[in-house]
């Protein structure tokens, strides 16, 4: 049994009431159900690689208050290629085979006006797909990380700090910019320091998925860490290693290499294709902080 088994397995349950929210903790469980099965000890894995990769290809969307239902049916294009994502077979068995099937159902289509109008009249939406212009609009880590609720904080003596490694520790090394925790429970309230004296509330999962991730990022960047994030200049390629890097920004690279189908590419192992404006860009938001291969 490998991952992909088990991600299409949860597919299915979405695809079961395909209108419905489902919570996080329902999620969760079927995901810790299908690991138990087949690979118990890595059972705190499991959300992590059943559900947030679908999270990051754009098959299910998050809808506020800790809820996930499967994205919309919709359509990116360019000149030459249309990609199809979330279409019910009864739907896509009216229109032409297609010329390329990724995982999950996301299938890769001509560009044809026929096809654009059969999306139009069956209420689909679509859109060309442009990676630089949607990169532009990214606005800065700092900038986000800044627009969230200042926090009040008297003594952080017990305060866990997030390390290099992703573990919480408690020191007198900490960090002057970092993530922190205010106890050592799993759900304990977690914050940001900006600088000495200014502290911002992290915001929980439930509310804004990505919080999390963007922090660790900024973190990461603020302390001159590794991003984990490479470019292959040779090929235009990004490789991911990061599994905190932002849902937004992985899943915008994810539909870009889509519509631009290379063999040697392991789009659902994390390497993505971008032109060299892009990755400048890209590199940019990072700081420059992506290191070149």
Not at 130 to 150: A, E, Y
Not at 224 to 233: H, I
Not at 240 to 258: D, M, Y
């Amino acid at each position: 049994m490998d991952i992909v088994t088990l991600q299409e397995g949860l597919l299915n349950w979405f695809w079961l009431s395909p209108l419905e929210t489902k919570r996080l903790p329902a999620i969760e469980n079927i995901c810790n159900k299908l690991y138990e099965q087949y690979f118990p000890e890595r059972l705190k894995a499991a959300k992590y690689e059943i559900f947030y990769p679908l999270l990051k290809y754009g098959l299910i969307e998050f809808y506020g208050d800790n809820s996930y239902a499967l994205s919309p049916s919709s359509g990116v294009f360019n000149d030459d290629l249309i990609a199809l994502i979330n279409i019910p077979e009864i739907l896509l068995n009216k229109v032409e085979p297609c010329i390329f099937e990724y995982k999950f159902g996301i299938k890769l289509y001509r560009n044809s006006g026929e096809l654009l109008s059969f999306l139009d009249e069956n209420k689909i939406p679509s859109s060309k797909y442009n990676l630089r212009g949607i990169l532009k609009q990214i606005p800065s880590l700092d900038s986000i990380v800044n627009l969230w609720k200042d926090d009040s904080v008297n003594d952080v003596s017990n305060y866990f700090y997030l390390t290099k490694s992703s573990s919480w520790a408690t020191n007198n090394i900490a960090p002057m910019k970092g993530v922190y925790k205010k106890t050592q429970e799993l759900y304990s309230q977690r914050g940001v320091k900006v600088s000495e004296n200014k502290w911002k509330r992290l915001p929980s999962r439930g509310d804004n998925i990505d919080a999390f991730n963007i922090a660790i990022l900024w973190k990461q960047i603020q302390n001159d860490e590794n991003v984990g994030v490479k470019f292959q200049v040779s090929r235009n390629i990004v490789l991911i290693e990061n599994i905190f890097l932002p849902v937004v920004i992985e899943r915008l690279l994810f539909l870009n290499t889509i519509l631009q189908p290379i063999n040697s590419i392991e789009v659902f192992k994390r390497q993505y294709i971008i032109n060299r404006k892009e990755f400048e860009i890209l590199n940019k938001l990072l700081e420059n902080k992506i290191q070149l291969i």
